[in-house]
Every structure is written in C-alpha cells, then in structure tokens.
C-alpha cells in the first residue's frame, strides 16, 4: 500500500545539537509534501512546503528540508535546536489528483535544556 | 480570530451515545476535511467538503456523518459511539480543494469513549 514512512519516532536531544527527521513515501509521480508541527496542547501548523521548483525549502523557525525525488524523500533538517522545539513533526504527502493528504506516523521530539 | 475552530475542545462520553463535534473556518475557503489521530498518533483523512458537497469518503463506519450547512462549518455526528472512536478529531480547510494547497488545521477535539 501507498503510504508515509517516518523512523526514530522518538527523538532526545540536547539544546544546540542538530536534528535531523527522515521522511519517504512511496507514491509515484507529482507529489506535494508538507511538514507539520504539532507543539504540546496545540493544533497542528504548517512548518514548510514543497510543491515545485528549488528541492530545499526553507520553512519557519530555522527549519528546512530537501526533496529528493530519487530516493522520494523529504527530510527535515534544522542546525541548532532549541527547547521551544519539543513538538511532535509529521510528514505529510499530497499525491497529484488526489487531494488528500497522507500523514506519516510522526516523530516526537524532545529537546533537553 | 482562530483561522480554524472546533468545539468541544474536549469530549468525554459513555459507548452507545450519539455525538457532535463542530468546526467553523473563517479563512473563507471552500473545502473543509475531518481527520482522526489514533492513540498511535496516526493521522488519517475521513471526510472532505468543498462548497457543502461531498468530496471525500474514505472507509469510515456509516455511524459516522458529516454534515456541511454552509461552507464555513462541516459538522461530524458520530452515533452509537464505540471504544475505537476515542482519537482527537482534527478539521482542516483549504481555498478550493485542489492540489497545490495547503490545508490548515483546527485545534482538535479530543474524544474519549467510556
């Protein structure tokens, strides 16, 4: 089956360390790909996009991620984390006439002062 | 002036009662969706509106209905409620439904089922 694939679901780090979250899916053909945030006790927020065009986005927050379509992944990267970054980070996949986006399981992040 | 709002915010109710949750955008878009996030966290799409009318159906128990009175709000009915329908409940919009979108979430409602 189609699907969203995000690994180490749980992440420790420690303030000023660099994070890196992994994201494949296995849909073939134009996708849209999307990262959300989701902080404790809020909604999920858009943190960066990707539709066309340059395959590094740069979102809020000092975070970016790069597409690759040959490995169909979109991994998330930020340098130095901070303790506001404690959230929970879904992928998510927009498949070409599809419209519905598909989630991965999401990876919980928990950043040490 | 939250984008995308939903009540209750919390939900706590015996098996077998019949449910409402509510969702009002007021980001003046046209397609509203209704997601449900298990216990594992997995989010999954079960409905979609766009301009009142049915877009998407996944596979979700008739017991399940939506109701969309304008395109504003896409209310969920739940009836006959079962111990699996505990989740948080997410609702989303986006401007038309179309496929370079993106789509904005409401809070959640958190359904617990006793």
């Known amino acids: 089956a189609q699907s969203v694939s995000q690994h180490n679901h749980h992440v420790i780090l420690s303030e000023a360390a660099s994070l890196e979250l992994g994201c494949n899916y296995s849909?073939?053909?134009?996708?849209?790909l999307f990262w959300y945030v989701q902080y404790p006790g809020q909604h999920l927020q858009l943190l960066l996009k990707?539709?066309?065009?340059?395959?590094l986005v740069k979102g809020i927050k000092g975070f970016e991620a790069e597409f690759i379509k040959s490995k169909f992944s979109f991994n998330l990267r930020k340098p130095s984390v901070q303790w506001s970054d404690t959230a929970e980070y879904f992928c998510?996949?927009?498949?070409?006439?599809?419209?519905?986006?598909?989630f991965g399981k999401g990876n919980q992040v928990v950043v040490i002062p | 002036d939250t984008a995308v709002s939903q009540t209750p915010k919390y939900l706590v109710t015996q098996m077998g009662n019949d449910k409402s949750i509510k969702c009002e955008q007021n980001?003046?878009?046209?397609?509203m969706y209704w997601y449900k996030q298990d216990s594992k966290k997995f989010l999954k799409i079960m409905f979609s509106?766009?301009?009142?009318?049915?877009?998407i159906n996944e596979t979700v128990p008739n017991r399940f209905s939506p109701k969309s009175p304008d395109k504003a709000h896409l209310n969920l009915h739940i009836n006959s409620l079962e111990l699996g329908d505990s989740a948080v409940y997410f609702c989303?919009?986006?401007?038309?439904?179309?496929?370079?979108?993106?789509?904005?979430f409401g809070p959640g409602t958190r359904l617990l089922v006793l």
């Open positions: 989303a919009s986006s401007p038309r439904g179309t496929f370079e979108e993106t789509q904005y």
């Open positions: 980001l003046g878009h046209d397609t």
């Open positions: 509106y766009n301009n009142k009318e049915l877009i």
């Open positions: 998510a996949v927009n498949p070409y006439g599809n419209n519905r986006l598909a």
């Open positions: 849909y073939g053909g134009t996708v849209n």
């Open positions: 990707y539709f066309s065009g340059d395959p």
